[in-house]
Every structure is written in C-alpha cells, then in structure tokens.
C-alpha cells in the first residue's frame, strides 16, 4: 500500500462515523436530541419519530445494513423503538442504534419496509408482540402469533373484519382448507395448479415448520410460509430472570449453536459492565465456538446430502460429527448444551491432558472434511442435484439481507469474527481467512462451508497452541449493571451473525432483552431462491441457507407470480426504486 | 411370543415429531441413526410418515400453535401406536416454563401428555441417544402387548 | 432340458414357486439392506444377535424385510374418506397377483411349471409393466397430493427406463436366432421369445472366449444390452439414483403416502417379489439361468444350480447396493435424460450387435469368440 493510498483510507476510516453523524445533525438540527457512545464505535443516536424514514433512506444508500429493528417497552415513559444499523462489514464495530420515544396510548411511528426488506419482519413480530403499529406497512400481518391469538376478536370489533380474514387471508385459508384436500374437486382454471402442504411435520426439515408450496408441474410458483411453530417466548422469559441464570436460557435457543448463543449473551452483558475476560477463557471460547461450528456444518452436511438422497453422506458425515460430540464431552461434559461459557469468562478449564486428543480427533476430522470436499467437487450425481440451482446474486443478498455463509457464497465477504472481533478471534490472537465464493449456488454454499469447517480446525489449533502460555484465570467476577446501562454485541453463528441487545434497570433482571438470530434473515432470502424452481430441488434450496426455524419463528409469504399480485418480493425492486426518486 | 407379538417387537418404525423444541433432542435423535448407535441392527427404521409409523417421538414444548397439528398427526397413526417424550421439554416444560409456577409460559401448549397419551418418557436436556434408543425399544414392548 | 410335468406337479410347483420365491425375494432384500449399511458404514439388520439381547430382541434378524410385513398384517388399515376406494384398494393386490402369476412363467433354475411356454417372455414383461400402473393407479386415487406427484414421476421413469429395457431384452432374445447358424452348433428355434428356450441355449451350448472354454453367458455374447438392462433394472427397482418417485423428503412415500397396515404390507410382497423377479430374469436372459446339466463330483445337477444361482444373485445384489451407497438422487428431469443418453445407446448398440458379429464372423474376422 503506497503513502497516498493510506492517507485515502486514514481519511475514508475517519470520514464513515464522522460522516454519518455530520449529516445526521444537519438533517435532525434541532431534533438531534441525544447522543452517546455505549462501546466502541457503537453510538446511540435519539430523535424524533417523524424522521426515521428518511434516515432508514440515508443509511441504506450508505450501504449500511439494518441489523434490527426492535422496540423496548419502557412502561411510563412510552415505547422505545430502536434501529440498529451496522456499518460493521465496512469499518470494524461501527453501529447507529436510532432512538425515538413513541407515547404509550395509541403509539404509531411510519413503517421502514418500502425502503428495505430487511426491515419488514422485524416491523411485523414488533407490531405483534409490543402492539407498536408502524403505519404504511405493505405486509401488515401477524408474524409469528398463533391462529388461535385472542386478539382476532378485538380487531373484528375494530376493522369489522376478522384479523386474519382481513390482514392473512392465507393463514385463514390453510386453517380451513387444511383438511380437505381434493386434487380433482378443483377448478379448471386451477387444475393445472397443484397445491402443496409441506409440513409441520416434513422429512425436509428436523424442525417444524408450514409451507405451502404453489407448483406447476413441477415448478414452484408460489411459496407460502408459516413459521411460529417452535415460539418459545424466549426474549420474554428472558426479562423474568436473573442475569447469571440466562446463559443456560439462551443455549436452548438453539441445541445446534447453543455456545454461541450463550457467548452473544455474555459478551453484550461484559461490554455492559465494561469488563475484560481473561486469556485463557477467551481461548476457550473460541475452542468451544469453532468446535461447534465444526459440528454444525457437518450435521449440515448430513442434512444436505439427505436431501439430495445421498443417505451414505448423511450417515458418514454424522459419524465423524460424532467425534466432535466426544470432545464436547471431555471438554465440557455436555453433548449438546454444552454450558460452559458463563458471564465473565468460562465455567470450566481445558486441561492439559485433553490437547493431545484435541489435536488427534482434529486431524481425523480434517481428513474426512477434505474427502468431503473431494465428493463435493467430482461426484456427478451431487454436482447435477447442486449446481446452478437456488441462485441469489450478490446484489439481491445485499438487499435481502442475507448473513453468514448464505452470504458468502454470494461473494460477500461477511463475518462478524473479522468485523466484529470477540473471543479470541482479533488478529492478535488468531490469524485465519473469511471463505468466500462466487458460485452464487447451493454448490457454492456447500463448498463455502466445507472449506469454513478446515478454516475451524486451524483456528482451533492455534488457540489450543497459544492457550499454553496464559495464565490460569479463567474467570472474572460480574457485578450488577447500573440503571439504564445498555449494550449490543454479536457473534458469527454458524448460520451468521447473531445479534444480542440488553438493557438493564438497575436490578438483577435485565430490562430489555432481544435475540436477532441469523435464520431470522436467511429465511428472508428463501423466496428469492425458490421461485422457479423445481419441486425437487425445493428441500435442497431450503436446507442450503442451514435453516434453523428454532431460532427463527416467524413467518414469511410470496404472493402468486402469475397473477400480478406480487408484492412483497418486488420489495427489493420497489427499495431500489424509492431510492432513485 | 405369539408371531403378532413378536413381528411388532421386531419392527418398530419411528415417526419424529418435532414441537417446539430447541432442536437438541432432534439431532439426538439423528445422532441415534448414526453408524455408532445404528438402530437398524434391531430393525428400527425412521419413517417421515405418520401413516407408517408405529411410535411417535414427540420433542419439545407444545406451542399453542403446534397442538392442533400434534393431535392431528398422532390421529393419522394407525393403531396400535405408542408415544415417547423425549427430554425435558417434552415432559415438563423445562427451561421454558416461567420461574414464578404461575403456569406455563404464554406460548406453551402443555407437556405433551396433556395432548396425547404418552407411553415412554425419556427424561434429559437432551437424552444420550442410547437413552432413545432404550426408550424406542420399551415402547416397542408395549407396543407388542397392545391389541 | 424342459420337461413337461403331471398337472399335480403343475399345480403345486404353481403353489410352491412364489412361496419359495418370497422367501428368496427376503432374503435378498435382507442382504442389500446389510450390503448397504456396511457401506454406509453401519452394521445393518443384525444376523447374529449378542447373547445379552436375546431375550428382548430375538436371535436373528436375517428375515428383518418378512417382519416388517408381518407387523404391517397386524396393522390397522385406514383408507382416507377422499380416496377412489377401489381403485385404493385393488391396486396392491393386482401388482401382487400380476407379480405372483410372472414367476410361474420365469424358470428358475431351469424349472418353469409351464415348460418351454411359448411366448413366456413377452407374459413376464407385461406383468412386469402392471406394477408401475398399479402404483401410478394408487398414487392418483389416494387424492393425496404427494401421491399425485409420485404417481407423475412414477410415469416419467417408467417411460425412461421401459425403452431400453424393451429393446435390450429383444436385442438379446435375437441372438439365440441369429449366432447359431453362422456359429455352428445345434440349431435352436430362430430367435426364440421363450425363457426356457433362452436358458436351454446357453446350458447347451459353450464359447471359446480367448481359448478358455465357457458356458454361452449372453453377457458376453452381448455385453451392451446387458448393461442397459442392468441400468433400467435400477430403475425398475428404485435402487438409489433412480428412486425419485418415492423419494422419501421430496415427496413422502409418493405413491404409498396414504397406504397404511395391510395394504401397505401388500405392496411390500409386491416390492419383494419384483425383486426376485427382476433379478431371476437378469440371470436367466445374461446369466445363463444358472442352470447346471452335470453331475459334478457326483452331486446333483440341481444342486450345483443352486450354488451357482446364489453366487450369481450374490454378485448382483453387491452391485445393487454398491450403485444404492454410492449415489445420490437424481432429480427427475436428469434421470429421464440420463435413459436418453447411456442406457437407451447401449441397448440399440445391443440390438445391432448379434448383426455386427454375424458379419464380422462372415468375414472371417476373429473377436475371440466361438460358439462351440
């Protein structure tokens, strides 16, 4: 890098945070009520309700993602809707956290989503579960509630509809139509239509799940998704509970990433109380968090390779997982919730004896996964079955929203533990590259993850190398957060970033607490892959974004293609659009 | 051991029912098809159909959205049939219920047995799948004394 | 040599056949259930059970497919309100009585209750072919939409794989016509449609293949159609590139999604059944039916038939489940083509090879092979 070079980038650096908030206060002028840094580089920015749109505007043509949007109830003083934007892919830990205050009668604050996509569920689980309305929104239907939600009855007194005959026709049209299926009692204009329940309970998914899925022949046209089957009120019993007795909540978020749940949640409650863990508990972090990756991606293996019918895979990849789940074992005691990372650094140590057959089961692992790569790239039958198949171009995972390895097999180079550095993963610790490839297909997102999985193996061998000479501490000891304290932190899952928020009031029970997880927004993608489809690759392209509906729980739809009533999946063109005008 | 007795205890095919569950007792249970535990050696299969079932591995808390499609897979199971509830969620609820015992949590259906009759539980945070596998075996055993 | 038998002997080898080839059909299915998991890296269905589990899971679990079918007996059956209830309802049993009917025209081992039956050939694949129609009949009338999508898979495979099968299997039927009077030797009935008179053929005659001297295989004779039929027999039997109309997480079970107890455990008996069929046919059309006309050692020709049947069968089955592990599934479009490329060119290859040979032989060309 020449001189001149990195005076452009010494000024580009300075200028992003510099920029935003210049332009912020010459836009808000009086109206830019409060701002202050909670960590580093991540600034809480307050102001009016009337001026989210054209910020939400401004942030997205500045290439900003909206990593969520959330709304905090903060009893007499009204709610509190957050818009968590994250510059983070282009300078590292920078975020805009936007607040505006909205009263608690009657509160309305004007919808984002037109603007962007990734805004859209968020917007609807909110008006769901806080009942903040955000008004102009295109899809305002409920996300994630069950069918059977009382509140069908008030609003029938309110809109003289029925919630669901007014809001979801759909969701109301499965319901009834649920039982009675009859191929020949359709109509002829439908007869060349076939509809399609998939789920709850489908061989495609371990989870539940509902799609119903439009073909045409053997083309999809239409998908229709309901998701809220696995609602387990985390975030809410979050905020009834201690802060020490959380982790062990969190975990069961997710029994696939349940470590890094639990890391998310630890790291955003230490940046609260600023403090700093130890060495050697980073390091042990990092072993667990890469272990779990190693697992993960091979079960995803499994899985995929099941999908396309290749049982000798799924059995063969869920074999040498197997020897990950020994090491968990050892390490932690655990198979699958392993419970080891805890506030202020780790539960457990990682003796001596252990990095022996840490070393010996990570070769072995390393072998299969580089003969795994070897089928990826010469088996005929699983090239045919993943290439050219579920295509999400750079531009629409942008748009969409699409995170973790989704992501980078659209040749985005995303990682929070690059961007975002937590655990042992800073350069100073570890050094490793983030894989990416320009695929763009399923194949693309096997092979982005295979290669991750040997990128795991090195980081842990370093970690394992380094951890030799830390001190013994593994622990530090929390205290209660101040009142009003507030943080964000993320971790990169093995799906993608996952995103945490806390806030404290003062007590031992955290105020506010809120889970972004990574299949929330790589579900957002599936439409764009599926349409078009066939029927038969549609359980592949489900299962290539690694779906975890667990951490998911919400609800998605694509209105019919054919028939002019798209809406929601031109949200991406109508963005664009809105932008230009 | 009559043949009916002995060709139900000898072929149990599994039907896994996935409600609300963290996904821990489901890779378990995936883990439990694995060449290490291989339950094919006493001829149980994992069948994706409820219609060819004869137990029903049912994971997870019940969401009040989930119970109308439990009760209604379990119905599309042809008799004799047998349940098993695998984990703590399954059973009681576990981490999930509220801490203050004012019932279950808002979204919480009940423990499965409030929705179907079980027959086997298998208690853990997830159970080893030697412990399913155990369990499968036990309710196939009950399964071969049914009618 | 055919032998036409007492009408007592007829009707109880009529009886005894498909028994017999039940329990055969088992245990075949038995060992690529094990074949397959040993690949997978499994251990299968236990054959030797550990003394300790004994007492909970019985002593062995080579009949693990008969078990299956016995639990499915003792199930109930439920038939959905919607379904075309005959339809639903007849369809198992006719692919099973078809499936019945086609071994008492395929000889096994040489024995055949009908003797050298004419046209016995073109009676077993048409019974063949009333399998697929009965599962497309059943996945219609189930009014189960994955039933409706097997059943329209099931039809384009059906289409795919029955073109080379056809051709392969009259491409091969030719040669017992053509080869003898170039050839030498006895000559047969000119291009016989009998599979007693195919299986006569290569137990009577014998090749020099490079000087060694060996049974007339048509496998050798005619390697290309014996592929193809190999190939569409994967399909025939949804081995693991081709099982895409029951494709367990595409479709469910396709056509069988609503079949439950006994209906189900019917279709299971016609599963098995084609199998054995399928496999005996390969065997007596390339294989030379395993048929052994010498007292070797003293023992009895039947005996040695036997050996060599297993032997034959065995190495069949490891190629079934080698090809089963090995693959993933093909979607159906794929597969379709895939017929249009590989199989359907070796079997007209096939076909226009007997003619090939001929006029090589007629020119005086040697390719290392001689009827003797």
């Known amino acids: 890098m020449t001189d001149s070079e990195a005076a452009t980038s010494k000024v580009e650096k300075f200028s992003i945070v510099d920029e935003i908030k210049l332009f912020l206060k010459e836009m808000l002028k009086d109206n830019y009520i409060e701002e202050k840094e909670i960590q580093d580089k991540k600034y809480v920015i307050r102001t009016t309700p009337e001026y989210v749109k054209p910020i939400a505007d401004y942030m997205i043509r500045r290439d900003g993602r909206l990593v969520h949007l959330t709304v905090s109830d903060e009893g007499v003083h009204g709610f509190e809707v957050q818009y968590h934007y994250g510059f983070d892919h282009l300078e590292t830990n920078t975020h805009f956290i936007i607040k505006v205050r909205l009263p608690r009668e009657n509160p309305e604050v004007p919808s984002i989503a037109p603007i962007t996509w990734q805004a859209s569920w968020a917007e609807r689980e909110m008006m769901d579960l806080l009942g903040v309305t955000f008004t102009d929104h295109p899809d305002p239907r409920h996300l994630f509630l069950p069918y059977e939600w009382p509140e069908e009855a008030e609003s029938e007194k309110i809109d003289g509809f029925s919630l669901y005959t007014k809001r979801d026709k759909s969701a109301y049209y499965i319901r009834k139509d649920l039982g009675k299926w009859v191929p020949l009692a359709l109509s002829p204009a439908d007869a060349k239509l076939t509809l399609l329940p998939i789920g709850p309970y489908h061989p495609m998914f371990i989870e539940s799940e509902y799609f119903r899925v439009r073909v045409e022949g053997d083309e999809i046209v239409d998908v229709d998704m309901k998701t809220g089957f ?36 630890c790291n955003t409650v230490e940046a609260m109380l600023d403090i700093e863990i130890p060495d050697r508990a980073k390091y042990i972090r990092t072993i667990i968090l890469e272990l779990e990756r190693l697992h993960s991606h091979l079960i995803w293996l499994g899985v995929a390779g099941d999908l396309i019918g290749f049982k000798t895979l799924f059995m063969w990849a869920l074999r040498d997982r197997e020897h990950v789940l020994d090491l968990f074992e050892k390490l932690t005691g655990n198979r699958v919730h392993h419970d080891i990372v805890y506030l202020g650094g780790v539960r457990k140590d990682i003796s001596e004896a252990h990095i022996p057959e840490i070393i010996r089961r990570l070769d072995f692992i390393e072998d299969s996964v580089k003969k795994y790569i070897d089928i990826a790239f010469d088996h005929p039958v699983v090239k045919a079955r993943t290439m050219d198949i579920g295509k999400l171009t750079l531009s629409t995972a942008k748009d969409a929203g699409a995170v973790g390895p989704t992501a980078r097999a659209s040749d985005w180079k995303i990682d929070v533990r690059s961007s975002n550095p937590y655990a042992a993963y800073s350069p100073e610790y570890t050094t490793w590259d983030v894989i990416t490839d320009s695929g763009c297909d399923v194949w693309s997102r096997v092979v982005v993850r295979l290669k991750e999985a040997l990128v795991s193996c090195d980081i842990i061998r370093q970690s394992v190398e ?56 790589n579900d957002a993608v599936l439409p764009f892959m599926l349409r078009g489809q066939t029927l038969s690759d549609a359980p592949i392209i489900i299962g290539s974004i690694d779906p975890c509906f667990s951490c998911t729980d919400r609800m998605i739809r694509i209105e019919d293609v054919k028939t002019n009533q798209v809406r929601l999946e031109r949200i991406g063109d109508l963005a664009r659009k809105y932008r230009r005008a | 051991m009559g043949l009916k007795q002995k060709a139900r205890l000898y072929s149990p095919w599994v039907f896994h029912a996935h409600c609300s569950g963290c996904n821990g007792c489901g890779i378990e249970i995936a883990a439990a098809l ?40 379990y119905d599309q199971m042809p008799t004799p049939k047998a349940v098993v509830a695998i984990g703590s969620c399954a059973i009681t609820g576990g981490v999930f219920k509220p801490d203050d ?6 979204t919480q259906g009940g423990p499965v047995d409030r929705i179907i009759p079980v027959d086997v539980y298998v208690p853990g945070c997830p159970p080893k799948p030697e412990a399913i596998i155990d369990g499968v075996i036990k309710a196939a055993i009950i399964l071969s004394k049914r009618e | 040599m055919a032998v036409y038998l007492p009408i007592w002997q007829i009707i109880i080898i009529c009886f005894a056949l498909p028994a017999v080839g039940f329990f055969l059909g088992v245990l075949f299915q038995s060992l690529i259930r094990k074949l397959t998991a040993r690949f997978q890296g499994r ?83 048409y019974l063949m072919l009333i399998v697929p129609l009965t599962i497309v009949a059943s996945g219609a009338a189930s009014s189960s939409p994955w039933g409706a999508i097997g059943s329209y898979r099931e039809v384009i495979l059906t289409l795919a794989y029955e073109i080379p099968f056809i051709l392969g299997i009259f491409s ?70 081709m099982d895409i109309p029951d ?89 379709f083509t895939w017929y249009m490329k590989i199989p359907l060119i070796l079997s007209l290859i096939g076909l226009v090879w007997p003619y090939i040979m001929v006029s090589l032989a007629g020119a005086g060309v040697s390719i290392g092979i001689n009827i003797v």
């Open chain 1, 230 to 265: 696995n609602h387990r009120g985390v975030m809410r019993l979050a905020e009834q509970r201690h802060y020490a007795r959380i982790p062990f909540l969190v975990e069961r978020v997710c029994g696939i990433c349940s470590t890094t749940h639990a890391t998310a949640y």
């Open chain 1, 466 to 521: 380094r951890m030799k000479s830390t001190s013994a501490e593994i622990r530090v000891k929390p205290h209660l957060p101040e009142e009003g304290a507030e943080a964000a932190n993320k971790t990169e899952a093995p799906r993608g970033e996952l995103y945490y928020y806390i806030k404290s009031n003062g007590t031992n029970i955290p105020h506010t607490v809120r889970i972004r997880t990574p299949s929330y927004r």
């Open chain 2, 34 to 73: 694995n060449p290490r535990y291989d339950p094919e050696r006493i001829g149980v299969t994992l069948h994706n159909n409820p219609r060819h079932a004869d137990i029903m591995l049912v994971e997870g808390i019940v969401a009040k959205q989930h119970v109308p499609f439990l009760k209604r897979t």
């Open chain 2, 101 to 106: 015992d004012k019932g279950p949590s808002y």
């Open chain 3, 43 to 125: 251990r299968g269905p236990w054959y030797i059970v550990p003394k300790s589990l004994r007492p909970v899971v019985g002593s062995t679990r080579i009949l693990q497919p008969f078990w299956d079918i016995m639990k499915l007996m003792y199930k109930q059956t439920l038939i959905p309100s919607t379904a075309q209830r005959k339809i639903f309802i007849s369809a198992p049993f006719a692919a099973s009585t078809s499936l019945i009917i086609a071994i008492w025209f395929i000889p096994i081992i040489g024995i055949s209750p009908f003797g050298p039956f004419e046209f016995s050939l073109i009676i077993t694949l």
């Open chain 3, 172 to 241: 091969t039927a030719m040669l017992t016509g053509i080869l003898t009077p170039v050839y030498g030797g006895v000559p047969l009935i000119p291009g016989s449609l009998s599979l007693t008179d195919i299986v006569n053929f290569q137990a009577s005659h014998s090749i020099s293949f490079f000087g060694f001297k060996i049974p007339a295989f048509f496998i050798l004779l005619n390697p290309f159609a014996a592929a193809a039929i190999l190939m569409s027999l994967i399909g025939k039997l949804k081995i693991k590139p």
């Open chain 3, 247 to 335: 494709a367990e997480v595409e479709v469910i079970a396709g056509a069988y999604t609503e079949y439950t107890g006994k209906l189900l455990g019917v279709y299971e008996i016609a599963k098995i059944l084609l199998l054995f069929i399928s496999l005996t046919l390969f065997i007596d059309m390339y294989l030379g039916g395993a048929l052994v006309t010498v007292n070797y050692l003293g023992v009895p020709s039947f005996i040695w038939s036997g050996i060599v049947f297993g032997v034959e069968i065995v190495i069949l089955i490891l190629i079934i489940s080698v090809v089963n592990a090995a693959n993933a599934r093909f979607r159906i479009d794929q597969a």
